[in-house]
Nanobody
């Protein structure tokens, strides 16, 4: 049974930082592209970042470039999202997801975590 468990969310002031983690089990982690998505109330789920299998490449949504960094530790079956210079508009539930093919669309991902809330106060 595949499980993705996010952690590290919370309340932070604008300009602050958070580091999200996603621990995976039940899959051959190193062969999956891992992605982060987020969903704010009343909005569709949107792509944040992805890291390809073996960490060979990364890709970010436009609003995250230069502020967020995705990384992975295949020995720990964990993917991370370092978020700096946070803005109130970053407030959302953040989800990690796993895909054999990768991409920026949620439909391309097979497995999903339960999400972790990030709230940025102004």
């Amino acid at each position: 049974q595949v499980q993705l468990v996010e952690s590290g969310g919370g309340l932070v002031q604008a300009g602050g930082s958070l580091r999200l983690s996603c621990a995976a089990s039940g899959l051959t982690f190193s062969t999956y592209t891992m992605g982060w998505f987020r969903q704010a109330p009343g909005r569709e789920r949107e792509f944040v970042a992805l890291i390809s299998w073996y960490g060979s490449s990364t890709y970010y949504g436009d609003s995250e470039k230069g502020r967020f960094t995705i990384s992975r530790d295949d020995a720990k079956n964990t993917v991370y999202l370092q978020m700096n210079s946070l803005k109130p508009e970053d407030t959302a539930v953040y989800y990690c997801a796993a895909s054999r093919n990768g991409g920026i669309y949620s439909r391309e991902y097979t497995y999903w975590g339960q999400g972790t809330q990030v709230t940025v106060s102004s």
